[in-house]
Every structure is written in structure tokens, then in C-alpha cells.
Nanobody, 126 residues
Framework: QVQLVESGGGLVQAGGSLRLSCAAS????????MAWFRQAPGKGREFVAA????????NYADSVKGRFTVSRDNAKNTVYLQMNSLKPEDTAVYYC???????????????????WGKGTLVTVSS
């Protein structure tokens, strides 16, 4: 059982920065891969970034690589998504997600996850 709560969304100008947080609680949370997904209006839910506890392995979608950084603080049970050089195309509801006994950061899709936060809205103005 895992509970996830996102925060940190808001309205920013293009080129600005924002940091999202995902506070987590639950059984063996720090052992699981944590992923960020986003869903823009009229679009499907797409993969953004993921981080694995063991070895600190990360993975990013090509669209955000070099601009976004995912990290985690296991002592605080919190995962972060630092978003820099934001573009209007980044506008979306951002979700953190995980799955019990899930350790991979590669080839992730929303169907791989079974625990989700409620999401936080990021709006980037042009």
C-alpha cells in the first residue's frame, strides 16, 4: 500500500523554473521505482522521468532531457522533479506514480503503474 501526494505546481513564464514534490508513504516505498508522468489537455498520459532507489539510476523522456531532473530523499519519503527552461508545451497535470516491486526505469508506460497521486497542475505561459 502506497500513498502519493504531489505539490508545487503553478503558473510560470516560459523559460522559468519550478520544482514539484511528491510526498510518499507506505510499505517498502524506498525500494520501488518512482516515476513522473504528465497529461496535457486532449493528450494521453506520457512518461516524463523515473528514478530507482538502488544505484540512483534515472531515466528521462527525450522531450525533457537536459531540462528536468528527478531526485529522491528517502529519509523524507519525497521525490522531486526540478523543471528548468520550461516551455508552453510542458503545460500539463503532473503525476507521480509507482508500483509494488517495480524496479526498472526503462520503457515505462502509465499502465505499468498501480499507485498514483492526484496530480498537480503546471501552466507555462508564452
Amino acid at each position: 500500500q502506497v500513498q502519493l501526494v504531489e505539490s508545487g505546481g503553478g503558473l510560470v513564464q516560459a523559460g522559468g523554473s519550478l520544482r514539484l514534490s511528491c510526498a510518499a508513504s507506505g510499505r517498502t516505498f524506498s525500494s520501488y521505482t518512482m516515476a513522473w508522468f504528465r497529461q496535457a489537455p486532449g493528450k494521453g498520459r506520457e512518461f516524463v522521468a523515473a528514478i530507482r532507489w538502488s544505484g540512483g539510476i534515472t531515466n528521462y523522456a527525450d522531450s525533457v532531457k537536459g531540462r528536468f531532473t528527478v531526485s529522491r530523499d528517502n529519509a523524507k519519503n519525497t521525490v522531486y522533479l526540478q523543471m528548468n527552461s520550461l516551455k508552453p508545451e510542458d503545460t500539463a497535470v503532473y503525476y507521480c506514480a509507482t508500483r509494488s516491486y517495480y524496479y526498472s526505469v526503462y520503457n515505462l508506460s502509465s499502465s505499468d503503474m498501480n499507485y498514483w497521486g492526484k496530480g498537480t497542475l503546471v501552466t507555462v505561459s508564452s
